[in-house]
C-alpha cells in the first residue's frame, strides 16, 4: 500500500509542475476551451503491430507485449505498459485520418500525433488540427515512409482505449502516434510520466506480470483520473481538458 501510494505522490508531484509550464500555441489552430476530460483515445477496431509481426486488436493488448513503433527514424520495440484509459462500451468523436498510402488512424479529437514539416522536423498536433496534406509517418511495406493525409472524417464509434508504453509512441494501423493526449507537448509528458514507467520495470523484475490491472480495469485508471481532478482544479487552460 505505501509504495502504491508513493508512486501516486511523485506522479502527482511531476503533473503539478508540467501544469505551471507555459505551453507554446500552434501555429494549426487555437484549442477550444470546453471539452471533455478523460485519457482521450483510439477507436476500439484498432490494429496494432507487435515486434514478431503480427496484429492485434488494441482492446487485446497486455502489459509486456513487444510493440512496433518508431524513434527517430527507426523502427524499434517497446513494451506495452498499462491502459491509461479503456471503454469497451462507450461512444466517442473520432478524428479518422486517411493517408495517400490507405493507411487509416481514428483518434479523439486532442489525441496528439506526430507530422512532418516541409522542412523535415517533427512536430506534434492535436488530432483535430491535422489538415488535408500534413504528412504523417507511416509504416508502408515494411519501411517508415511520409505520406500526406488526403481525407478526414468525423466520426461516432465505439469502444476506445489509451494504451501507455515505454517509449510514449506506438504504430495503429501502421500510423506513427503519440501514446498521449490534453497535453500540448508530447515530450514533457513523457518525462514526467516516468514514474510509471519506473515502478513497472520494478514490477517486471519481481516477476509482476500484470502490475496495472489491465485485464480487470475498465475505465480511466484510478491515478489519471485524480491527476485529471487537480488539473481542472488548478488550471483547467493548461491542458486540453
Not at 504528412?135 to 501507455?164: C, D, H, Q, R, W
Amino acid at each position: 500500500m505505501h509504495s502504491k501510494t508513493n508512486i501516486f505522490y511523485i506522479i502527482l508531484i511531476g503533473f503539478i509542475i508540467l501544469l505551471n509550464i507555459d505551453s507554446s500555441a500552434s501555429d494549426h489552430d487555437d484549442h477550444d476551451d470546453h471539452h471533455d476530460g478523460g485519457a482521450q483515445c483510439f477507436s476500439g477496431d484498432s490494429l496494432i503491430k507487435l515486434s514478431n509481426g503480427e496484429y492485434k486488436e488494441i482492446g487485446n493488448l497486455q502489459s509486456s507485449d513487444e510493440i512496433i513503433t518508431i524513434d527517430q527514424s527507426k523502427i524499434i520495440s517497446t513494451e506495452m505498459i498499462m491502459m491509461l484509459d479503456k471503454q469497451i462500451s462507450k461512444q466517442a468523436l473520432f478524428y479518422t485520418l486517411k493517408t495517400d498510402t490507405g493507411n487509416e488512424i481514428s483518434l479523439t479529437e486532442y489525441h496528439l500525433i506526430p507530422t512532418i514539416n516541409s522542412h523535415g522536423n517533427e512536430n506534434y498536433l492535436f488530432a483535430k488540427q491535422i489538415k488535408i496534406g500534413d504528412y504523417l509517418f507511416v509504416l508502408f511495406n515494411g519501411k517508415l515512409t511520409y505520406s500526406p493525409v488526403i481525407n478526414i472524417t468525423i466520426e461516432m464509434k465505439k469502444g476506445y482505449y489509451a494504451p501507455l508504453t515505454m517509449k510514449g509512441t506506438l504504430l495503429v494501423n501502421n500510423v506513427l502516434a503519440s501514446c498521449y493526449a490534453n497535453v500540448n507537448n508530447h515530450h514533457l509528458a513523457q518525462y514526467y510520466m516516468a514514474p510509471f514507467r519506473y515502478y513497472y520495470k520494478f514490477a517486471r523484475f519481481i516477476s509482476l506480470n500484470d502490475p496495472f490491472n489491465i485485464n480487470k480495469t475498465e475505465g480511466l485508471y484510478w491515478t489519471v483520473n485524480i491527476m485529471l481532478y487537480f488539473a481542472r482544479y488548478f488550471r483547467l487552460g493548461a491542458l486540453c481538458l
